[in-house]
Protein backbone atom coordinates (compact mmCIF):
# COMPACT_ATOMS: atom_id res chain seq x y z
CA UNK A 1 0.00 0.00 0.00
CA UNK A 2 1.67 3.38 -1.54
CA UNK A 3 -0.24 6.47 0.43
CA UNK A 4 0.89 9.65 -0.01
CA UNK A 5 2.74 11.48 3.19
CA UNK A 6 -0.26 13.77 3.73
CA UNK A 7 -1.06 15.21 7.48
CA UNK A 8 -4.62 14.77 8.13
CA UNK A 9 -5.35 18.63 8.12
CA UNK A 10 -3.79 18.77 4.75
CA UNK A 11 -5.53 15.35 3.97
CA UNK A 12 -9.24 16.93 4.95
CA UNK A 13 -8.27 20.20 3.18
CA UNK A 14 -7.00 19.10 -0.26
CA UNK A 15 -9.24 16.47 -0.98
CA UNK A 16 -11.14 18.40 -3.72
CA UNK A 17 -14.02 17.43 -6.08
CA UNK A 18 -11.38 15.86 -9.43
CA UNK A 19 -13.02 15.96 -12.60
CA UNK A 20 -10.96 17.41 -15.33
CA UNK A 21 -8.22 15.87 -14.03
CA UNK A 22 -9.63 12.53 -13.90
CA UNK A 23 -7.26 10.69 -16.15
CA UNK A 24 -9.56 9.10 -17.96
CA UNK A 25 -6.72 6.47 -19.80
CA UNK A 26 -5.21 4.48 -17.19
CA UNK A 27 -6.76 1.55 -15.82
CA UNK A 28 -7.56 1.33 -11.73
CA UNK A 29 -7.04 -2.18 -9.84
CA UNK A 30 -9.58 -3.20 -8.38
CA UNK A 31 -8.14 -3.98 -5.05
CA UNK A 32 -7.19 -0.15 -4.51
CA UNK A 33 -10.52 0.38 -4.63
CA UNK A 34 -10.98 -2.29 -1.98
CA UNK A 35 -8.74 -0.64 -0.04
CA UNK A 36 -10.79 2.42 0.11
CA UNK A 37 -13.59 0.80 0.88
CA UNK A 38 -12.03 -1.18 3.76
CA UNK A 39 -11.13 2.28 4.87
CA UNK A 40 -15.04 3.49 4.47
CA UNK A 41 -16.83 0.86 6.24
CA UNK A 42 -14.65 1.73 9.46
CA UNK A 43 -16.78 5.14 9.35
CA UNK A 44 -19.82 5.03 12.08
CA UNK A 45 -23.34 4.25 11.35
CA UNK A 46 -26.24 4.22 13.33
CA UNK A 47 -26.63 1.44 15.85
CA UNK A 48 -23.69 0.04 14.29
CA UNK A 49 -26.09 -1.52 11.28
CA UNK A 50 -23.52 -1.64 8.87
CA UNK A 51 -26.65 -1.78 6.14
CA UNK A 52 -24.43 -0.70 3.66
CA UNK A 53 -23.60 -1.74 0.27
CA UNK A 54 -21.12 -0.50 -2.67
CA UNK A 55 -21.47 -1.34 -6.42
CA UNK A 56 -18.12 -0.68 -7.95
CA UNK A 57 -18.97 -0.40 -11.35
CA UNK A 58 -15.98 -1.32 -14.17
CA UNK A 59 -17.70 -3.12 -17.41
CA UNK A 60 -17.17 -0.80 -20.01
CA UNK A 61 -20.81 -0.86 -20.99
CA UNK A 62 -22.06 -0.86 -17.79
CA UNK A 63 -20.30 2.75 -17.28
CA UNK A 64 -21.06 4.16 -20.11
CA UNK A 65 -25.05 3.59 -19.60
CA UNK A 66 -24.79 5.08 -16.32
CA UNK A 67 -23.08 7.99 -17.88
CA UNK A 68 -25.65 8.76 -19.46
CA UNK A 69 -28.22 8.63 -17.36
CA UNK A 70 -25.80 11.16 -15.55
CA UNK A 71 -25.85 13.17 -18.70
CA UNK A 72 -29.49 13.79 -19.33
CA UNK A 73 -29.90 14.43 -15.52
CA UNK A 74 -26.90 16.99 -15.64
CA UNK A 75 -28.29 18.71 -18.62
CA UNK A 76 -31.86 18.93 -17.30
CA UNK A 77 -29.99 20.29 -13.56
CA UNK A 78 -28.35 22.69 -15.47
CA UNK A 79 -31.05 23.93 -17.40
CA UNK A 80 -33.56 24.45 -14.64
CA UNK A 81 -31.64 25.87 -12.19
CA UNK A 82 -29.03 28.90 -11.96
CA UNK A 83 -25.95 27.73 -13.58
CA UNK A 84 -23.34 28.06 -11.19
CA UNK A 85 -21.11 30.38 -13.31
CA UNK A 86 -24.36 32.93 -13.10
CA UNK A 87 -24.06 32.76 -8.79
CA UNK A 88 -22.22 35.78 -7.43
CA UNK A 89 -22.03 38.47 -10.42
CA UNK A 90 -21.33 41.27 -8.00
CA UNK A 91 -18.37 39.55 -6.54
CA UNK A 92 -15.43 39.17 -9.31
CA UNK A 93 -13.36 36.88 -7.73
CA UNK A 94 -16.27 33.97 -6.40
CA UNK A 95 -17.63 34.43 -9.76
CA UNK A 96 -14.05 33.53 -11.31
CA UNK A 97 -14.56 30.42 -9.51
CA UNK A 98 -17.67 29.95 -10.28
CA UNK A 99 -17.33 29.65 -13.53
CA UNK A 100 -14.15 27.37 -13.17
CA UNK A 101 -16.32 25.23 -11.11
CA UNK A 102 -19.43 24.82 -13.85
CA UNK A 103 -16.87 24.44 -16.70
CA UNK A 104 -15.25 21.03 -14.73
CA UNK A 105 -18.83 19.93 -13.88
CA UNK A 106 -19.79 20.09 -17.52
CA UNK A 107 -16.57 18.65 -18.40
CA UNK A 108 -17.80 15.91 -15.83
CA UNK A 109 -21.01 15.07 -17.05
CA UNK A 110 -19.85 14.34 -20.78
CA UNK A 111 -17.32 12.20 -19.47
CA UNK A 112 -18.30 10.37 -16.58
CA UNK A 113 -19.10 7.11 -18.68
CA UNK A 114 -15.06 7.08 -19.38
CA UNK A 115 -14.00 7.09 -15.90
CA UNK A 116 -12.36 3.51 -15.04
CA UNK A 117 -14.42 2.69 -11.99
CA UNK A 118 -17.48 3.91 -10.70
CA UNK A 119 -18.82 3.21 -7.31
CA UNK A 120 -22.28 3.76 -6.18
CA UNK A 121 -23.05 3.75 -1.96
CA UNK A 122 -25.82 2.44 -0.99
CA UNK A 123 -28.15 1.47 2.27
CA UNK A 124 -30.37 -1.05 2.74
CA UNK A 125 -33.91 -1.49 4.31
CA UNK A 126 -36.42 -3.10 5.60
CA UNK A 127 -38.86 -2.42 2.96
CA UNK A 128 -38.95 -0.54 -0.04
CA UNK A 129 -40.29 2.61 1.08
CA UNK A 130 -37.74 5.47 2.40
CA UNK A 131 -38.71 7.10 6.05
CA UNK A 132 -41.06 9.65 5.93
CA UNK A 133 -39.68 13.51 6.99
CA UNK A 134 -36.30 14.07 7.98
CA UNK A 135 -34.12 11.35 6.61
CA UNK A 136 -30.92 12.26 8.34
CA UNK A 137 -30.89 9.58 10.33
CA UNK A 138 -30.67 7.11 7.10
CA UNK A 139 -28.18 8.87 5.28
CA UNK A 140 -26.18 9.67 8.36
CA UNK A 141 -25.65 5.88 8.09
CA UNK A 142 -24.30 6.01 4.46
CA UNK A 143 -22.58 9.63 3.50
CA UNK A 144 -19.86 9.39 6.24
CA UNK A 145 -18.68 6.16 4.59
CA UNK A 146 -18.91 7.62 1.06
CA UNK A 147 -16.36 10.65 2.58
CA UNK A 148 -14.03 8.25 4.10
CA UNK A 149 -13.69 6.40 0.88
CA UNK A 150 -12.81 9.78 -0.56
CA UNK A 151 -10.07 10.48 1.77
CA UNK A 152 -8.52 6.81 1.48
CA UNK A 153 -8.59 7.49 -2.48
CA UNK A 154 -7.09 10.65 -2.28
CA UNK A 155 -3.87 9.04 -0.27
CA UNK A 156 -3.63 6.72 -2.82
CA UNK A 157 -3.32 8.83 -5.70
CA UNK A 158 -6.59 8.82 -6.78
CA UNK A 159 -9.34 11.27 -7.68
CA UNK A 160 -13.08 11.79 -6.95
CA UNK A 161 -15.59 14.29 -6.95
CA UNK A 162 -18.97 13.67 -4.67
CA UNK A 163 -22.13 13.30 -7.20
CA UNK A 164 -25.45 12.57 -7.01
CA UNK A 165 -27.81 13.34 -10.16
CA UNK A 166 -27.66 9.85 -11.67
CA UNK A 167 -30.55 9.65 -8.64
CA UNK A 168 -33.25 10.92 -11.25
CA UNK A 169 -32.61 7.31 -12.74
CA UNK A 170 -31.98 5.39 -9.71
CA UNK A 171 -34.48 3.03 -10.91
CA UNK A 172 -33.01 2.55 -14.27
CA UNK A 173 -29.86 2.13 -13.02
CA UNK A 174 -30.78 -0.52 -10.19
CA UNK A 175 -31.65 -2.21 -12.89
CA UNK A 176 -29.05 -2.10 -14.67
CA UNK A 177 -26.48 -3.04 -12.04
CA UNK A 178 -29.12 -5.61 -10.61
CA UNK A 179 -29.34 -3.76 -7.33
CA UNK A 180 -32.61 -5.21 -4.79
CA UNK A 181 -35.30 -2.84 -4.35
CA UNK A 182 -34.66 -2.16 -0.72
CA UNK A 183 -31.14 -0.62 -1.92
CA UNK A 184 -31.37 2.67 -2.17
CA UNK A 185 -28.48 4.66 -3.81
CA UNK A 186 -26.69 7.68 -1.92
CA UNK A 187 -24.04 8.63 -3.93
CA UNK A 188 -22.43 8.24 -7.41
CA UNK A 189 -18.68 8.74 -6.67
CA UNK A 190 -16.31 8.40 -9.83
CA UNK A 191 -12.91 7.07 -9.42
CA UNK A 192 -9.55 7.19 -11.12
CA UNK A 193 -5.96 8.13 -10.82
CA UNK A 194 -5.62 12.14 -11.21
CA UNK A 195 -3.41 14.18 -13.25
CA UNK A 196 -0.68 16.65 -11.82
CA UNK A 197 -0.87 17.20 -7.43
CA UNK A 198 -1.46 20.82 -6.98
CA UNK A 199 -4.54 20.76 -4.60
CA UNK A 200 -4.98 23.08 -1.99
CA UNK A 201 -7.51 24.16 0.14
CA UNK A 202 -10.45 25.81 -1.22
CA UNK A 203 -11.76 29.77 -0.53
CA UNK A 204 -14.63 29.46 1.44
CA UNK A 205 -16.56 31.83 3.18
CA UNK A 206 -15.03 33.02 6.59
CA UNK A 207 -16.19 31.28 9.34
CA UNK A 208 -17.48 34.03 11.57
CA UNK A 209 -19.72 34.35 8.73
CA UNK A 210 -21.17 31.19 9.57
CA UNK A 211 -20.35 30.59 12.96
CA UNK A 212 -23.30 30.35 15.65
CA UNK A 213 -22.69 30.35 19.34
CA UNK A 214 -25.09 29.53 22.00
CA UNK A 215 -28.25 30.65 19.40
CA UNK A 216 -28.23 32.14 16.29
Known amino acids: M ?11 STTRSVRKRLDLQRPV ?28 VT ?13 RSFERYYRSSPAPEHLYPDDAARAGVQRRVAASAVYLAERMGEVP ?42 GTAWTSLHLAYEREVAE ?7 VH ?3 LIPTAYYTGDTFRPAARVPLDEVIHLDRW
Request: hydrophobic share 45%; proline share 7%.
Open 185 to 187: QGA
Open 29 to 56: PIELVRECLRIAVQAPTGSNRQDWHWIV
Open 59 to 71: DAAARAKIGEYYR
Open 117 to 158: VLVIAGIKLGSDQLPAGNQAGLWGSLLPAVWSYMLAARVRGL
Open 2 to 12: NTQPLSPDELL
Open 176 to 182: LLGIPAD
